[in-house]
């Protein structure tokens, strides 16, 4: 008899000897954990949620730094699974807060009763098959154990904070942040020397409104981002209302772009444009705003030219931006564009014409040495009294490989993963029975718009358990063939795109010694969902189902 993770002495929580003490256990209480949450225990299943920090929200728990905001509409970005639940909520803006996206997470965990099986401030450190008796067996940091057969990681994509690594932090006298795990008291930069190190989206979205706060701000960037403006605005009633209305048709239609949002795909690629109507339709998209840059041309993510087409206008806004030709210079980035996530701003490139910004280029002089009062790269010592790290994740495989999780023979998933990771669909995993990740690697997840890529996985997983149980076999294993086909078909589209050409997070590029893979499926929602939908039609092929 062990501790249970609910905190009481038990052997199974009163169920039969040999019977887990739950049916499932979830890791995470972010979108994908609430639903997941939500759709087991409709089906009469036990639940038990574990959640690191004190609340839920997942990401929008931790992503508290000034200005940061979604990037995908905020009517597109929530859950469609209550359609009464899409009627009695109401967003402000175009692309919500993070405060307002948090609210919305927390009215959820209202709404459906969720909190009484989520355990927070507690981090699961292991999870291990037990083959013997054929359920998973929990460790948390509390020193609790839990069994369960079912374990579904609703770990989130970007949830493991890239740890800042600079020799000398410890000696900092002044102030430092992470913007993944920012305080959730307030940040005063008022007068201050601030540095922010990266200019990826969390940077670009709280440079401006550090550099507004400031003394002085210096942003240390490595390589340049391509940004487009978000141009948000408070949501019309009467558009607003029309959605709210029509919501059901405009879900189904967004499942049918590759993003899963519902934003115009341009059917034509580059070439089959003039000259005039491609720089119409580029700048339509630069005006509207938002991520539709990505469906600029057909082939834009596909085609070299096509790309730099799209690339150039992009880099052209910028030095029209930019005053100083040189800080243009080095704020454009020389890469394809898309093939690291598009980032949206509000006034970040006209940040870089006040005076109180300086913008220093770390791509060939690597910042050394954080120091007593500041940081020193290229020789030059920089004198700071608050560094933010802004520094990203290690994504998509850190939030699942910092859980020391064994499947069958004791074989850890850091093994299985050694080249990269493999995953059949980025659902299931050969040798780790009835574990599941929800928008897992080698699932299209943070390129479509992630919340009904989560609602996707989450009713699939839901279905395929209700089978298994139902058909009295309920020990789900993914084939090594099927997971080998499926990453064969996964890399061959990749390598049909820009993405494996850039040194993003999205090839693992972003964390030392990551091998390098592209990690989410490249092919778009819809084929994704097909293919889902066959494996269940052709009898849930590719995986085995046992009784024990
Ligand atoms: O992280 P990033 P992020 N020295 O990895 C730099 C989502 N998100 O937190 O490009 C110097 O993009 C690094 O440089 P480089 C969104 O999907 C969404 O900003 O690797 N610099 C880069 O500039 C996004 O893509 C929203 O050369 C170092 C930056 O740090 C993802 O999260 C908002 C360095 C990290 O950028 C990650 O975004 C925010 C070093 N040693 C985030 N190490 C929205 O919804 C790293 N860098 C809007």
């Not at 209550?82 to 405060?99: C, G, I, K, V, Y």
């Not at 997470?105 to 989520?118: G, K, P, Q, S, T």
């Not at 690697?441 to 089978?467: C, G, K, R």
């Amino acid at each position: 008899m062990g501790t249970s993770a609910t905190g009481r002495k038990t052997g199974n929580g009163g169920r039969a000897a040999g019977v887990p003490d739950v049916d499932a256990v979830v890791v995470g209480a972010g979108f994908a954990g609430l639903y997941m949450l939500h759709r087991l225990r409709t089906m009469g299943l036990s639940v038990r949620v574990f959640e690191k920090g004190s609340g839920v929200g997942g990401t929008w728990y931790w992503n508290r730094y000034p200005g940061a905001r979604c990037d995908t509409d905020s009517v597109e970005y929530s859950y469609q699974f209550s359609d009464a639940l899409q009627q009695e909520w109401r967003w402000t803006e175009r692309f919500a807060t993070q405060p307002e996206i948090l609210r919305y997470l927390e009215h959820v965990a209202d709404r459906f009763d969720l909190r009484r099986d989520i355990r927070f401030e507690t981090t699961v450190t292991e999870a291990a098959y037990d083959e013997a008796a054929g359920c998973w067996r929990i460790a948390t940091d509390d020193g609790a154990r839990l069994s369960a057969t079912y374990c579904i990681m609703a770990t989130g994509c970007l949830s493991a904070v890239n740890r800042p690594e600079f020799d000398g932090l410890d000696r900092f006298e002044g102030e430092w942040y992470h913007t993944g795990a920012w305080p959730h008291e307030a940040v005063s930069f008022a007068g201050k020397r601030v540095g922010v190190i990266g200019t990826g989206s969390s940077a670009i979205q709280s440079i401006p409104l550090i550099a507004a706060e400031a003394g002085h701000l210096t942003v240390f960037q490595r390589q340049a981002n391509y940004s487009v403006p978000a141009r948000n605005a408070p949501l019309d009633p009467g558009e607003y209302a029309e959605i709210r209305e029509n919501y059901g048709e405009l879900r189904k239609e967004a499942k049918k772009t590759p993003t899963g949002c519902w934003w115009t795909v341009n059917p034509a690629t580059a070439d089959e444009m003039g000259a005039h109507e491609r720089r119409r339709e580029l700048e339509a998209r630069w005006q509207k705003g938002g991520l539709c840059m990505y469906s600029v041309f057909a082939d834009v993510l596909m085609n070299d030219e096509a790309n730099e087409i799209a690339a150039d206008f992009v880099r052209e806004k910028i030095s029209e931006l930019v005053h100083d030709p040189k800080v243009a210079a080095l704020l454009s980035p020389q890469s394809f564009i898309g093939c690291k996530r598009i980032c949206l701003d509000t006034d970040y490139y006209a940040t870089f014409n006040r005076p109180n910004v300086t913008l220093v280029d770390v791509s060939d002089a690597p910042i050394e040495e954080i120091t007593r009062t500041g940081l020193r790269t290229g020789g030059e010592d920089h004198t700071l009294d608050t560094i933010v790290f802004a520094i990203g994740f290690d994504a998509m495989t850190g939030p699942l490989l910092r859980i020391d999780i064994r499947g069958k023979g004791g074989r850890t998933l850091t093994a299985k993963w050694a080249d990269g990771p493999r995953a059949y669909l980025g659902l299931a995993i050969e040798g780790f029975p009835n574990l599941f990740t929800i928008t897992g690697p080698a699932s299209p997840s943070v390129l479509t718009n992630m919340v009904p890529a989560i609602e996707q996985h989450v009713e699939w997983i839901a279905d395929f358990i209700a089978h298994a149980r139902a058909c009295g076999r309920p020990h789900i294993e993914a084939s090594l063939a099927a997971e080998d086909a499926w990453l064969a078909h996964h890399d061959e589209v990749a390598n049909g795109t820009v993405f494996p050409g850039c040194n993003s997070w999205y090839v693992g590029a972003n964390v030392a010694g990551k091998p390098r893979r592209v990690m989410p499926y490249t092919g778009g929602f819809p084929a994704y969902i097909e293919r889902c939908e066959a494996v269940v039609a052709n009898g849930y092929e590719g995986f085995t189902l046992t009784a024990v």
